[in-house]
């Protein structure tokens, strides 16, 4: 039986169309959860795509965080569901606790979008065992409010336990702190990420299918 | 509110000789005649709101609609527009079930007044007429015009127009897929920003506006109306800036993308479970609009309760609301068998929905306040029985004098080192320099079926991830060859959209088209006008694609000065297998480079002319349609049968900007070899139509070249690409490294702004 990968929609959700997909082109069965279901339908992981959910007018997933399916998702995260939050989903995993730290405005205070390549720093995450150690790979980044931030103590920590999962090279596009494109929890099962895995994997639309390794990761969560 | 402050129909009978403000509202005074006569009374202050709004310049086109028939009456025989001229937009069949809409139209004078909100609701406006057709909005480009780009006003201009576009159509999750950015002083009081959306539909699924149904009921949805954008319709579009006294410059409407992106959820949820007679968006002239049009193009009747409209701001008057372009509003005509399915979908969504009127059969729109009537009048003479002026039409005094200056004696470059300046110089110029500060603002990857965006010749998109089947777009348009030649000029920016499409290795198949102009009151304007029109008619009758839909914008200008008349044409085409697209990169090595096409000594309106003499004059370049023609047709053949695998126009700054672009798009030197018998300088910065650059594998060389020879199109091999040596050369004339040129190319427009 092929890995089920929910993918959450929330109102002004943009990628979820995309993250499915990717789920699809990676062999696993991809499972649409409306945000205001508080059920996860016995999904084998879950992604949270990118986009502005609620507008993102407040603080971007601010809202989100308080959608009935993310009491589901924390529950399950504990538990060691895999989580994937990209992009917008990146917001809502950190506002909801689930990763430190916080996304700010770009430095450059523009909306950047191009293609941009990352260091994977971190293999052993549930989302990243495809790639090998160090690996350089070019996906689309494309945000507003991507800069990645938290305290020195934090990020010292992350560095220490091997949380950051991927780190921009050849350019911050955005002020994070340290490069810092991915971190992941303590079980490496929750992962956030600022670029998007999901637009790099058909070479058609993409860069290329660098991203595929982020849904391929996923082959034997549903035996494991 | 007190009822005595309503203008109640009863109220209008009764006092007939009451002074209403009609000039205030833009009126001329024979208008406001002809709707006493219509009427048979004084019309209400809500009907006086209604008729102004709906025969304003920009809802009535009264100055234009003369001359636009000729779309129709020249529009060539073809068996793939499924739905024409009229509606919100054009829907064509591009196979095997599946159509497309598309449309682009202005929202220059609100971009200037704000350009942020008003190059964001230009984006939501166009996107809703696509969405109103019954089509997923499947992915926008934008088509601007700024004044000198280090003038201090467009350095408050254009971050702002590009922050709007990025903030709104990133947020709907549209990719951004094209457009063209150019500066000249005519626009510095004046922006353009013309918004483009193309959407995707299965061709049994296409919508229309109209209130069909007797009984039937009347839903308001969407974003609650507010008091932003009164009167902008009317005032906004149909005067200029500087006009003194008593002109109203009304608030532009103020934007809400997450708003409209549920909008487009919810809708395409409820085209699916077929729950709707007809569909209208609220623009321009919104409830006004949208009542008229609607009752106008159905049964013929509508009663409508407008006080049971949700409000932002519950003192609006019944006048505001009428007037009110909010944003982000919908309305629908819904069966009462499917009402309640159709208010659940609403709910899902979190959409505010309102049913405020039923359709009759009486041929009156009637509304009612509170239980008292304020407006009762037939339809159709708001909506489709305006007035059509037939202005008068001058060619301008100096039009003689501008094509006899033709600048043959200005200075042209002499040697291999002034060429090699000239190309830097060009490529660093504001028009043709490096446009990605602009387009990164933008998302291009979301929904993840861009097969090409900017600065590709054309955008692409595949259809749906289920089909190879996609569609190519092109927006262009050159104010500087209309001027010299304003029937020429349209035929050129036809010309150009048209080979840009076909360029990617799509076959070009309808139109449509932004008219941005002056006062249709300057006869000189006027003139250019009709010119134009006349043009883009021949040239689409001549190349057999339709016009689908448009804009007119008048009244583009500063004091008495318009702006450079600018017709921008949008062309679509289609491409059976996306994954045959011809990128413009040069990218193989080894391969050679050959030229499409005829090259003359033509520099009227070119780059050249402007930026190394700022001078203009002359004639542009000649039209060759036929030839335009057979260049697409080599083209697309040459696609589809992987003979190329690069292509490239040559447009603004000719084959040396093209080739620039080239190299660095992939990065990839290339050795030019200039036919001997060749002006140097002609052949490296001509602007002659009718021409591409494209790269040819040494294994398809022959196979190419014959398909030429047969064809007739002239071709010459200039050139073989080398990835090793990383140069731009011109053998016997100049060499520059790509790293110089991409410098010199990319740094112009962040220079300005960072």
């Known amino acids: 039986m092929s890995v089920r990968v929910g993918v959450v929609t929330f109102p002004g959700s943009l990628d979820d169309r995309d993250a499915a997909r990717a789920v699809r082109i990676a062999g696993a069965e991809s499972v649409s959860l409306w945000h205001g279901d508080p059920s996860l339908h016995d999904v084998d992981a879950v992604v949270l795509p990118g986009g502005f959910s609620y507008g993102d007018y407040l603080r971007c997933g601010a809202i989100a965080r308080f959608a009935p399916v993310m009491e589901a998702v924390v529950a399950a995260a504990a538990d060691g569901l895999p989580v994937l939050g990209i992009c917008n989903g990146f917001q809502v995993l950190c506002e909801s606790h689930l990763l430190p730290g916080a996304l700010i405005r770009n430095d450059h205070r523009k909306f950047v979008c191009k293609e941009q390549a990352l260091r994977i720093e971190n293999t052993s995450t549930r989302w990243t065992s495809e790639y090998r150690e160090s690996q350089e790979i070019v996906i689309p980044i494309k945000n507003g409010e991507g800069g990645y931030v938290a305290d020195e103590r934090t990020l010292d920590e992350l560095e220490a336990n091997g949380r950051v999962v991927a780190r921009y090279v050849d350019g911050n596009p955005n002020g994070s702190y340290r490069d810092i494109a991915g971190i992941c929890n303590e079980a490496g099962n929750v992962v956030g990420l600022m670029p998007h895995p999901e637009h790099a994997v058909e070479a058609l639309t993409g860069p290329g299918t660098d991203g595929l390794g982020f849904f391929l990761s996923l082959a034997g969560v549903a035996a494991a | 509110m007190s009822s005595t402050n309503l203008d109640t129909v009863k109220n209008a009978k009764k006092t007939p000789h009451q002074p209403q403000p009609y000039a ?191 009984g039937n009921k009347v839903v308001l949805f969407g974003a609650r109306t507010g008091g932003d954008g009164i009167g902008g319709a009317s005032v906004l579009a149909s005067a200029t800036f500087e006009s003194e006294g008593g002109t109203k410059r009304p608030s532009v409407q103020v934007g809400d993308p997450f708003a409209e992106k549920v909008l487009i959820e919810c809708c395409l949820e409820i085209f699916a479970a077929d729950l709707v007679v007809g569909i209208q968006d609220l623009g321009a002239a919104g409830l006004s609009c949208a009542t008229t049009e609607l009752a106008a193009a159905g049964t013929g009747g509508m009663d409508v309760d407008l006080d049971l409209a949700p409000l932002r701001d519950p003192t609006l008057r019944p006048e505001e609301i009428l007037m009110s372009e909010s944003q982000e509003r919908m309305m629908a005509v819904v069966t009462p068998r499917h009402l309640d399915a159709f208010m659940a979908v609403c709910a899902k969504w979190d959409v505010t929905a309102t049913v405020i009127g039923t359709v009759t059969d009486t041929g009156r729109l009637r509304m009612r306040w509170h239980g008292e009537q304020i407006v009762d009048l037939p339809p159709r003479s708001a909506a489709h029985e305006g007035p059509v002026y037939e202005r008068p039409i001058e060619r301008p005094y100096d039009q003689d004098a501008l094509i006899e200056h033709d600048g043959h004696d200005l200075p042209r470059p002499r040697n291999g080192s002034e060429l090699r300046a000239t190309l830097l110089r060009l490529a660093a110029s504001s028009n043709l320099a490096d446009k990605s500060w602009i387009t990164d603002q933008y998302d291009r990857f979301v929904m993840g079926n861009t097969v090409l965006a900017q600065p590709e010749d054309a955008g692409m998109i595949r259809l749906d991830e289920s089909t190879t089947r996609g569609v190519a777009l092109s927006t262009d348009g050159n104010a500087r060859y209309t001027r010299l030649d304003p029937y020429a000029g349209a035929q050129l920016a036809l010309a150009e959209a048209y080979r840009n499409v076909a360029s990617t290795g799509a076959r070009p198949l309808a139109v449509t088209n932004c008219l941005n102009f002056g006062s249709p009151e300057d006869p000189s304007v006027m003139w250019q006008f009709t010119e134009a029109v006349r043009g883009l008619a021949d040239g689409c009758q001549v190349l057999g694609v339709p ?97 190329i695998d690069s292509a490239h126009d040559l447009a603004e700054g000719g084959l040396a900007q093209a080739l620039a672009e080239s190299c660095l798009r992939g990065g990839a030197g290339v050795r030019v070899i200039l036919p001997e018998d060749a002006d140097p300088f002609v052949a490296l910065f001509s602007e002659s139509t009718g021409r ?12 190419f070249t014959d398909m030429c020879t047969a064809r007739r199109l002239p071709f010459a091999r200039i050139g073989v690409i080398d990835l090793l040596v990383p140069n731009l050369e011109v053998q016997g004339q100049f060499s520059v490294q790509l790293r110089e040129l991409r410098s010199a190319w990319s740094s112009t427009i962040p220079a300005q702004f960072e």
Not at chain 2, 127 to 134: A, N
Not at chain 2, 614 to 626: C, I
Not at chain 2, 692 to 703: G, L
């Open chain 2, 547 to 643: 016009v689908t839909g448009g804009n007119v914008s008048f009244y583009n200008q500063t004091g008495a000065t318009p702006i450079l008349p600018t017709p921008v044409i949008g062309v679509l085409g289609v491409i059976d297998d996306v994954t045959r697209r011809t990128p413009q990169a040069f990218r193989t090595d080894g391969a050679l480079v050959y030229l499409l096409g005829d090259t003359l000594d033509e520099f009227g309106g070119s780059e050249w002319q402007h930026v190394a003499h700022g001078y203009l004059g002359g004639r542009p370049p000649a039209v060759d349609l036929a030839r335009e023609q057979l260049l697409a047709d080599i083209l697309i053949n040459a696609s589809r049968d992987g003979l």
């Open chain 2, 24 to 214: 205030e509202l833009g009126m001329k005074d024979d208008e406001y005649a002809r709707v006493r006569e219509i009427l048979g009374r004084r019309p209400t202050s809500a009907e006086l709101a209604i008729y102004s709004v709906m025969w304003s310049e920009h809802c009535s086109y009264k100055s234009s609609r003369a001359h636009l028939k000729q779309f129709s009456e020249k529009a060539p025989a073809t068996d793939v527009l499924l739905v024409g001229m009229g509606e919100n937009a054009g829907v064509v069949d591009v196979g095997d079930g599946w159509a497309v809409t598309f449309k682009i139209e202005s929202h220059n004078h609100p971009s200037y007044v704000e350009p942020y909100q008003g190059a964001a609701t230009g984006v939501g406006g166009i996107v809703r007429d696509i969405l109103t057709m019954g089509a997923r909005p499947v992915a926008v480009m934008d088509s601007l015009r700024f004044g000198r780009l280090d003038a201090p006003d467009t350095h408050r201009v254009l971050p702002g127009v590009v922050a709007g576009i990025a903030g709104y159509g990133n947020c709907l999750g549209l990719p951004n897929v094209g457009g063209e950015v150019y500066f000249d002083d005519s626009y510095a009081g004046n922006p353009l920003v013309n918004a483009l959306c193309v959407g995707v539909m299965r061709a049994d699924g296409i919508k229309l506006a109209k209130a069909d149904g007797p």
């Open chain 2, 692 to 703: 591409a650059i494209v790269s040819v594998p040494r294994s398809e060389e022959i196979r």
